[in-house]
Structures are given as C-alpha cells and as structure tokens.
Nanobody
Framework: VQLQASGGGLVEAEGSLKLSCSAS????????VGWFRQAPGKEREFVAA????????YYADSVKGRFTISRDNAKNTVYLQMNSLKPEDTAVYYC?????????????????WGQGTLVTVSS
C-alpha cells in the first residue's frame, strides 16, 4: 500500500487546512487510519485516528475540538480537517494505515506510512 499525504502549507494562526491521505489500494478501506505529526526536534506524536468504517475516532487532547478526521472509502481517502490552527501545530503530518480495522493511538499498530506533508502555522 502506498500512501500520499497532501494539503499542507503555510497558514496564519486561527486559519484552517484540510489534509488528505490517498491510498493506492483498496485494502486500506478495511483498515484503521491514523494521522501523526513530528515537529522539529521532537518525536513523532499521535494526532487522530479513525476505524475502518468511520464509526470510531480518537484525538490527541491537544487537537480535540479543533481537528476532525473523516474518510471516504469509495475514494480510498482519509481527511484531516484542521481548524483554529496554532503555531504549535507546525509539523510534518504523516498518515498511516493500521494493522487492523480498529482505530489506534499507538504508532506500532500502523504498518504503512506516507511520506508526510508539512504544515506551518505562523503567529
């Protein structure tokens, strides 16, 4: 499975961006998908996750209420709508396909990773 993350860019604080994660194979439609991010000098961290049918979602406390994860299995695509962005949201954002149909916050539960898309939030 190849993943393509897109939609990153430069945005001012309080602005919005919508990231997309497109998968090359329909297999991803049966699996949970997660978004993670890595800021400069920091470890990669969990952002959001969604189960195979969208019925279960998880969010990091730092983004809860501001970010929304969703998916369109017909398009093999998962989205991350990011609103009220803050400078501390600046990072490379990665999407990943999970080992099962469940949503998970744990990085070791994901086995296919995209190349990342850079989000920069200016103050």
């Amino acid at each position: 499975v190849q993943l393509q993350a897109s939609g990153g860019g430069l945005v001012e604080a309080e602005g919005s961006l919508k990231l997309s994660c497109s998968a090359s194979k329909r297999t991803s439609s049966n699996n949970g998908v997660g978004w993670f991010r890595q800021a400069p000098g920091k470890e990669r961290e969990f952002v959001a996750a969604i189960s195979w049918n969208g019925g279960v979602t998880y969010y990091a406390d730092s983004v809860k209420g501001r970010f929304t994860i969703s998916r369109d299995n017909a398009k093999n695509t998962v989205y991350l709508q990011m609103n009220s962005l803050k400078p501390e949201d600046t990072a490379v954002y990665y999407c990943a396909v999970g080992r099962s149909s469940a949503a998970s916050t744990a990085q070791n539960q994901y086995h296919y990773w995209g190349q990342g898309t850079l989000v920069t939030v200016s103050s």
